[in-house]
């Protein structure tokens, strides 16, 4: 049930040693999003019962609340570089099931945050290329209320209002389910402003 970020940047996944120091997705993520190569993100096995949960609150407070933000610990889960992200069956997505909070358990609405948000990171990086790829995963229960940019599960965002540097970000999904997922804007379960996406095999549902 934990959706703790990266303790520490230091090359191991982790979160704090009170929440017994695993790998979370959002800290893998964290810690690929600090090397210059690209990653791969192997998922476990899970259930639509025990999902590998993204479920943190996006924090008042925080530079862009309750609009667009990239903060990494909290809110929804950003991708800042290449990666693939690959469920336990690559070829079967039920293998494999993310859940972000869905609707209806009593947070202010602006608190909520969709599961993946691709987009070239601020300051010198920003013209670094990305290229994601998810295979094998099924994304469940995403919810984004108040962004412009809608996309309840995924965002993918080029930053190119932030200068001419900015590369648009590259999006490939194998085999992938989006399941129940909500946007009050755009895009229930994905949404592309700027960016390129391919799909092969994906099931949109509810």
Same mark, same amino acid.
């Given at each position: 049930?934990?959706?703790?970020?990266?303790?520490? @940047?230091?090359?191991? *996944?982790?979160?704090?040693?009170?929440?017994?120091? $695993? *790998?979370?997705?959002? !800290? !893998?993520?964290?810690?690929?999003?600090?090397?210059?190569?690209?990653?791969?993100?192997?998922?476990?096995?899970?259930?639509?019962?025990? @999902?590998?949960?993204?479920?943190?609150?996006?924090?008042? $407070?925080? @530079?862009?609340?309750?609009?667009?933000?990239?903060?990494? @610990?909290?809110?929804? %889960?950003?991708?800042? =570089?290449?990666?693939? %992200?690959?469920?336990?069956?690559?070829?079967?997505?039920?293998?494999? %099931?993310?859940? =972000?909070? $869905?609707?209806?358990? $009593?947070?202010?609405?602006? !608190?909520?945050?969709?599961?993946?948000?691709?987009?070239?990171?601020?300051?010198?990086?920003?013209?670094?290329?990305?290229?994601?790829?998810?295979? =094998?995963?099924?994304?469940?229960?995403?919810? #984004?209320?108040?962004?412009?940019?809608?996309?309840? !599960?995924?965002?993918?965002?080029?930053?190119?209002?932030?200068?001419?540097?900015?590369?648009?970000?590259?999006?490939?999904?194998?085999?992938?389910?989006?399941?129940?997922?909500? #946007?009050?804007?755009?895009?229930?379960?994905?949404?592309?402003?700027?960016?390129?996406?391919? %799909?092969?095999?994906?099931?949109?549902?509810?």
């Amino acid at each position: 049930d934990f959706d703790e970020g990266d303790e520490i @940047p230091d090359g191991l *996944c982790a979160m704090s040693a009170a929440n017994g120091g $695993g *790998c979370t997705l959002r !800290a !893998a993520m964290m810690e690929a999003n600090r090397t210059p190569e690209a990653d791969v993100i192997n998922l476990p096995a899970s259930t639509a019962a025990s @999902p590998i949960w993204v479920r943190r609150l996006r924090q008042p $407070g925080v @530079p862009g609340y309750p609009y667009q933000e990239l903060n990494e @610990p909290e809110g929804d %889960i950003d991708i800042t =570089g290449s990666v693939t %992200i690959r469920g336990s069956n690559p070829s079967d997505p039920a293998a494999t %099931i993310v859940s =972000g909070r $869905g609707r209806g358990e $009593g947070f202010d609405p602006a !608190a909520f945050d969709r599961i993946f948000q691709i987009s070239p990171n601020f300051g010198p990086n920003s013209s670094a290329p990305i290229e994601v790829v998810i295979e =094998g995963v099924t994304f469940a229960n995403g919810r #984004s209320e108040v962004e412009n940019w809608g996309g309840g !599960a995924i965002l993918v965002y080029s930053q190119a209002s932030f200068g001419p540097s900015s590369a648009p970000p590259k999006l490939t999904l194998r085999n992938v389910v989006f399941r129940d997922n909500y #946007s009050a804007v755009s895009g229930g379960a994905l949404s592309n402003y700027g960016g390129t996406v391919d %799909i092969d095999n994906v099931i949109f549902e509810g």
